[in-house]
């Protein structure tokens, strides 16, 4: 008698309740600067290589279950998939957002859906550059079902940038939700949100201040942490960004700080007193600013900083 091996099995979602869930992931192409150029001036000889990536790329994300075996067919309701070709360098990010309503996550529709931009940049550039490497694929956020939020631990990016984890607004004072996107108004804030208008217009954290205080927590009572499954999610300390990468508590007053390709705040305040009794993040490790150019912004944005210029 033959024995049966399972190798391979399909996870049983049967019983999970359908949440909203979203995933974004990130992924770089890197080249030579001469590609990139050709490619910002549309000069690649078989055509548009960022709009051929994101239909691709979008194309990708509705067929993973038929790509990636045991991934569960869902519901997509979203996918976007942006680029960012910075100014005299020799990459391109990739950024995918993955949003709909189901019993697992998304993750896998965010992955995918770089990986194939990333490849659809390969195959229309590869008759001028061969030497394109593809690197740095890796899931930056995800949200919804049991487990709640998960935000990357570290920047693939190196210091010298950084990226937005979650935008945050509310129109009440206290913690924040996190939303898909908000539109910085220049000299007022972000539209909708109780902070818009006021002396500090825009609230920083670093995810990385939050995962410090996560791991102090965990020292000091690991039981308790895990019992009640004790997390810190984006917006529970009022932030409206929380960010990646980026040491904003090395920042000068006056340091500009350029969100994608239109938004541009100033630090005009680190930190704040508390304004009641308790424990906070954003009074100890906050950076506060003003809009000097507005924009929309997302998840996954693009952060780089200029010191200021006295």
């Known amino acids: ?12 979602v049967t019983g999970k309740a359908e949440t909203e869930r979203q995933a974004v992931a990130k992924g770089k192409v890197k080249m030579k600067p001469a590609t990139l150029e050709l490619i910002r001036r549309g000069e690649i000889e078989k055509g548009d290589v960022l709009a051929g990536a994101q239909t691709a790329a979008i194309m990708a994300a509705k067929e ?17 998939v942006e680029f960012y070709l910075p100014e005299n360098a020799d990459f391109i990010d990739i950024t995918a957002s993955a949003k709909g309503v189901g019993k697992t996550g998304f993750e896998m529709e965010a992955l995918v859906a770089v990986a194939v931009a990333a490849l659809t940049i390969y195959d229309m550039c590869k008759g001028v550059d061969s030497g394109m490497i593809i690197e740095e694929i890796h899931l ?3 949200s919804g079902g049991k487990s709640g939020t998960y935000v990357a631990s570290e920047h693939k990016g190196g210091s010298e940038g950084g990226q937005i984890v979650a935008v945050c607004l509310s129109q009440r004072k206290g913690p924040k939700k996190p939303t898909d996107q908000g539109l910085l108004k220049q000299d007022h804030g972000f539209v909708g949100d109780v902070h818009a208008g006021s002396a500090r217009q825009v609230s920083l954290l670093a995810i990385e201040t939050v995962n410090k205080m996560l791991s102090a927590l965990e020292s000091i009572n690991p ?10 999610n984006p917006g529970d300390s009022a932030e409206n960004l929380l960010t990646e ?9 006056g340091t500009r700080i350029y ?24 009074p100890l490790e906050g950076v506060f600013a003003r809009v000097v150019q507005g924009g929309v912004v997302k998840p996954g944005d693009h952060l780089r900083v200029e010191p200021d210029e006295m």
Do not use: W
């Open 1 to 12: 008698m033959s024995e049966s091996v399972e190798r391979v099995r399909m996870i049983d």
């Open 64 to 80: 993973t279950p038929h790509l990636i075996p045991l991934c569960h067919p869902l519901l997509l309701t979203n996918v976007t």
């Open 140 to 142: 930056v956020r995800k």
């Open 223 to 232: 039981d308790r942490m895990r019992s009640q499954d004790i997390k810190i």
């Open 245 to 253: 990468g980026i040491d904003l508590m090395s920042l000068h007053i």
């Open 259 to 282: 969100i994608g390709r239109e938004a541009i705040l100033e630090v005009t305040q680190i930190g704040k007193a508390f304004h009641r009794p308790g424990f906070y993040l954003l």
